[in-house]
């Protein structure tokens, strides 16, 4: 809401900012990499290795040759011959001999046996990589002729001849192992016949080789390179980026030391790759949300937010302690019930009696900051008067009707029932047209809508009818902030504190303006006099944590952050911002890692105080995958990602958990096609 949205925005921005320094693991891949001079560079090699019509894998392995008795500095004849050994003893010419054969032992027999087959299968295994080596030349011919579909046939050819080998098999590590060497060629030729078919543009054949070369070894850097500039030529965009993020998870795994003792590398991706693979998929997951969303007709049942932003949102307005004192004197909710029990007629007076409490009653429970019962009331009473109609209305008291009105459409708003509050508050503003307070409200919800020119508008209006509005100041400040007019905000909120220089609230909103200018010492001198106004208020030390944050100080922030809970445990900003603070401080005197439960303890205390804080979903779906031990326990950070979104109504509001879920479920879809067991790269 437009009251609350300022307070939140300032702090929000700020643990942004946090988020670059917290992250520890692949878990970061959307943020790890940032552009260096060798990006540019990076892209380039990529794309020239891809593109070389010299860069053909070599089918033939020599050490295969080797092993088949092929020469060439391998294993001796001795080892393994590569034709039987013939005595150098002459036979007579008759076939005859004149000495009788030795006798031949049983175990001599059998090893001779063993020594025939193996040389006959080592022959073999020759002849085999001869046709091979011969087959792969003619497509390494064929390539240079550009006749891609013909290359394509002889590396099918030569992958034809080896599955039918009975030599082949999946084969070991060994270079002297002929099923080994086999099974390498079988990758090299189907890289090779790969290329072709992308050549050829017959990209389905293509990503269909890719994938049986990633499924014997997942860390081909070819065939994933090529799979990735497939899927990006045919606006595969999600699958894309399962390809990125695979290639950075393994580039990670593989220099994890380095990147531990912070020694410079060069990622395989550029970060600007991530980016726009991200900006091509959010705008369609999100609209996929904003429709789900409304199919469930849940547009305007949210629950309510947390009681802290609820008050948030009411003490933004000069009426607040006015009401608070009509509802403290209004006696309690126990007499109020009391008195609606006796009502039992079904007259229009009786009616009109009922609403009279209920509204009554309503602003007792949001006294008590029993927010929920009393949304229960002003909807209760809403619905009688409607039904009543004017035989009932007409008997209400005084202004009656306009605060029915008005603060029905505060309940609704609340629970991001945009139509429904800013209908009701157009009616308000029929009966009560010279009211600016109903206009500024009215601008809230339209700025909620995104709405900000007709917002814009709203606040000219109610400036007009009482130029020293300080609501309408305090919150067309925030509207300029949102705009990008930090100059204009100041404006507002200095002239807000020339009429009201005891506004809390308009103090600190300044200190967020000043904050976000990077003007710290203004800053430090509007929180003090924040502090003095109200030196227990949550708001300040959470503020003036983020302060001490933004120069380094973590020690000092997360001992402001702590005053800030300790003063309201329901405020859920500061334990996101200590959990921050947290990841940023080494544990054994700067020699060990943070105290990664210690953050995620906060984190989950956020959630728990305000379901709806979106900042702590994003934060804690990030420790707590950095931390998965199995991809199973990385799979429950998507649950919480979508607990996270039924807490959504907006785009802006389901961007930043979309985009963690996005990454989230592509990491770990990567990680399986890795063969990887967790993303904990610790």
């Known amino acids: 809401m437009a009251g609350s949205n300022a307070t939140m925005t300032s702090q929000q921005t700020k643990l942004a900012l946090g988020l670059l320094a917290a992250s520890l693991s692949a878990v970061m891949l959307y943020y790890a990499f940032k552009s260096s001079d060798g990006e540019r560079a990076v892209v380039k090699t990529l794309k020239d290795d891809d593109e070389d019509e010299e860069a053909l894998d070599e089918a033939t392995i020599r050490t295969s040759n080797r092993s088949a008795g092929g020469g060439g500095g391998g294993s001796s004849s001795k080892d393994v011959p590569a034709t039987p050994q013939v005595s150098k003893k002459t036979t007579p010419t008759d076939g005859k001999s004149d000495v009788p054969p030795p006798a031949v032992s049983s175990d001599a027999a059998a090893k001779k046996k063993e020594d025939d087959a193996t040389s006959a299968a080592a022959a073999a295994t020759a002849e085999l990589h001869s046709k091979i080596e011969t087959i792969d030349k003619r497509g390494k011919a064929l390539f240079k002729s550009k006749k891609y579909m013909e290359a394509a046939s ?19 590590g060994d270079s002297s192992d002929p099923k080994g060497n086999l099974a390498r060629q079988v990758v090299t030729l189907t890289n090779n016949r790969s290329a072709m078919y992308e050549k050829a543009s017959l990209p389905d054949l293509a990503l269909s080789d890719c994938d049986s070369i990633l499924d014997r070894d997942p860390g081909h850097a070819k065939a994933r390179a090529r799979k990735l500039r497939i899927l990006e030529s045919e606006n595969r965009h999600p699958d894309a980026l399962v390809e990125v993020c695979a290639m950075q998870l393994k580039f990670m795994r593989d220099n994890r030391d380095k990147l531990r003792m912070g020694l410079p590398v060069t990622p395989p991706v550029p970060q600007s790759k991530i980016e726009d693979l991200m900006g091509r998929i959010l705008p369609g997951e999100i609209e996929r949300y904003l429709t789900k969303i409304k199919e469930s007709g849940k547009e305007g049942q949210r629950p309510l937010p947390s009681d802290h932003t609820v008050v948030q949102l009411l003490q933004s307005f000069t009426g607040y302690n006015i009401w608070m004192g009509e509802a403290a004197r209004g006696g309690s909710t126990h007499g109020i019930t009391k008195e609606l029990d006796g009502v039992t007629g079904d007259a229009a007076a009786d009616k009109a009696k009922k609403v009279q409490l209920l509204l009554k009653r309503g602003k007792r429970h949001a006294y008590d900051k029993k927010f929920s019962s009393a949304k229960d ?24 009707y306009a605060r029915l009105l008005e603060w029905t459409a505060i309940a609704r708003h609340l629970r991001y029932d945009l139509a429904g509050a800013l209908k009701l508050y157009e009616q308000c503003s029929d009966l009560e047209p010279a009211n600016a307070t109903l206009l500024v409200k009215r601008a809230g919800v339209q700025m909620d809508g995104g709405k900000h020119d007709e917002a814009s508008t709203l606040f000219e209006t109610a400036l007009g009818l009482d130029p020293d509005a300080a609501d309408a100041l305090l919150h067309r400040a925030n509207l300029n902030m949102l705009r990008g007019k930090p100059k204009d905000a100041v404006v507002d909120l200095e002239r807000c504190l020339e009429l009201r220089p005891d506004h809390l609230l308009a103090r600190l909103r300044l200190a967020t303006v000043q904050m976000a200018s990077e003007d710290l010492d203004g800053a430090s001198k509007s929180l003090d006099r924040a502090e003095d106004l109200d030196p227990d208020s949550s708001e300040v030390h959470s503020y003036r944590g983020e302060m001490h944050f933004a120069k380094g100080d973590f020690a000092s922030a997360r001992s402001e952050f702590d005053r800030a809970i300790a003063c309201e445990a329901g405020n859920p900003t500061p334990y996101v911002n200590a959990a921050l603070c947290v990841m940023n401080t080494p544990t054994l005197d700067g020699r060990g890692p943070p105290d990664i439960p210690d953050a995620v303890r906060l984190l989950e205390k956020a959630v728990e105080v305000d379901p709806q804080f979106h900042a702590a979903y994003v934060h804690l ?62």
């Not at 002889?154 to 070991?172: H, K, V, Y």
């Not at 985009?659 to 990491?667: F, K, P």
Request: glycine residues 8%; contains cysteine; negative net charge.
């Open 154 to 172: 002889a590396f099918t050819e030569a992958l034809d001849l080896i599955e039918e080998s009975e030599t082949f098999g999946e084969g070991g």
């Open 377 to 400: 009331d002003f909807e209760a009473a809403y619905t009688i008067a409607e039904e009543g109609g004017d035989d009932v209305v007409d008997l209400l008291e005084d202004d009656t």
């Open 621 to 682: 779906g990030q420790l707590k995958l950095s931390t998965a031990t199995d991809l199973s326990n990385a799979g429950e950070v998507v649950a919480l990602y979508d607990r996270g979104l039924e807490y959504c109504r907006t785009a802006e509001e389901l961007k930043d958990i979309v985009s963690m879920r996005v990454l989230t479920v592509a990491q770990i879809d990567a990680a399986r096609s890795l063969k990887m067991e967790t993303l904990n790269m610790q």
